[in-house]
């Protein structure tokens, strides 16, 4: 079973930087599509990116393209998340997910790591 566990959140100004990373472990990674989501207080989760293990191919939810940066590392089986421009409306708990390939949703989940943006 895929184990997942975040780091990296933390309180910034509006328009730094900040790297999350997810520490990803278990078998047959290449089997997995892996994502990073966001939960603001009161509102639902919703994606922000997602990466499959096995060719590299990436997404974005629209309101981060161009923001946020989505890549996996093999060596150290982490998927991180290099976010831009932050914005106080980034802020939010966020949250490395992972899919098997052959399964439509999410379903194993970390504990979610918190990003706080200041104006």
């Known amino acids: 079973q895929v184990q997942l566990v975040e780091s990296g959140g933390g309180l910034v100004q509006a328009g730094a930087s900040l790297r999350l990373s997810c520490a990803v472990s278990?078998?047959?990674?290449?089997?997995?599509?892996m994502g990073w989501f966001r939960q603001a207080p009161g509102k639902d989760r919703e994606f922000v990116s997602g990466i499959n293990w096995s060719d590299d191919s990436t997404y974005y939810a629209d309101f981060v393209k161009g923001r946020f940066t989505i890549s996996r590392d093999n060596a150290k089986n982490t998927v991180s998340l290099q976010m831009y421009s932050l914005k106080p409306e980034d802020t939010a708990v966020y949250y490395c997910?992972?899919?098997?390939?052959?399964?439509?949703?999410?379903?194993?989940w970390g504990q979610g790591t918190q990003v706080t943006v200041s104006s």
């Open positions: 278990g078998r047959a990674l290449s089997s997995y599509v």
């Open positions: 997910a992972a899919r098997h390939k052959l399964i439509n949703e999410y379903h194993i």
